[in-house]
């Protein structure tokens, strides 16, 4: 057990960091999400494809992203 507590200071720090870059990247994919329909609703289609395609395609967004890329076309 106590050659693991090395491996765990080594390591916890990383994971806590992955647990937040996750999030960081919903955020944005949300936030691009957000634009991308804004701009959809003021009739500026080419600008709201710039904002859908930085949506990740294995986000939990990736759907209402295509969809509303679709619809920009």
Do not use: C
């Amino acid at each position: 057990m106590d050659d693991l507590i090395p491996l765990l200071i080594y390591l916890l720090p990383l994971l806590l960091i992955g647990g937040v870059y996750i999030y960081l990247q919903k955020r944005r994919d949300k936030a691009n999400l957000a634009l991308g329909y804004t701009l959809l609703q003021n009739k500026n289609g080419a600008r709201a494809r710039h904002y859908l395609e930085q949506v990740r395609l294995q986000g939990p967004f990736s759907n209402q992203a295509l969809l509303a890329f679709g619809w920009a076309a």
